[in-house]
């Protein structure tokens, strides 16, 4: 894995053995990248099951000017640390060792601008994450939330958040949402 673009590409990042992460390939990045290209420069950005922090790390070496990486997996958390001094972001790079839904209570923003969910497939952590951010102060109208998921996970939960799905993007075997508040 590696970053695609900015001020740290081509570098590679380090992730965790075994199956507990799932990193998101190249292509898929790339792809969550262009269409994001515009809101990411200047951005206040939370990586949410961040595994070994590629995403976030993208996010900074494409200008964003801060990231929180919350993960709490032993391994994954080793590998962000080692990935954020590899690419020379430990100052703009906040790490929450802490589950998701605790995290969120602890990220110090007026307004976070981007969030990536990549929680674990089949599971109900994107639901109870997504209600948990309902209630944050710094979710604004303003702040987009991806949501990398398998194909079949069902969102109509969203009906009881004040979030809705505004644009989806499916590849083979995933897909990503693109959710903001309710209008």
Excluded: W
């Excluded at 998101?24 to 515009?38: H, S, V």
């Excluded at 109208?141 to 194909?151: C, K, S």
């Excluded at 897909?175 to 209008?183: E, G, K």
């Amino acid at each position: 894995m590696r970053v695609i673009a900015g001020s740290a590409r081509r570098l590679l990042l380090v992730t965790p053995d075994g199956m507990d992460t799932r990193p998101t390939q190249d292509k898929i990045k790339e792809t969550l990248f262009n269409i994001l290209q515009m809101d990411v420069p200047g951005s206040v950005f939370l990586d949410i099951c961040a595994g070994s922090g590629g995403i976030g790390i993208e996010a900074l070496s494409r200008g964003a000017k801060r990231a929180y990486f919350i993960e709490n997996g032993r391994a994954a958390v080793s590998c962000i640390l080692k990935n954020l001094h590899k690419t020379g972001f430990e100052e703009q790079a906040v790490l929450l060792r802490l589950d998701a839904v605790t995290a969120l209570r602890h990220v110090r923003e007026k307004e976070v601008d981007l969030v990536y969910l990549d929680p674990p497939y089949k599971s109900d952590l994107a639901r109870r994450v997504l209600i948990a951010l309902d209630e944050q102060p710094y979710i604004t109208e303003d702040t987009r939330i991806v949501v990398e998921t398998d194909q079949e996970s069902d969102f109509s939960f969203l009906e009881e958040t004040g979030f809705e799905i505004y644009r989806e993007k499916n590849y083979r075997a995933n897909r990503h949402l693109f959710i903001r508040r309710q209008s």
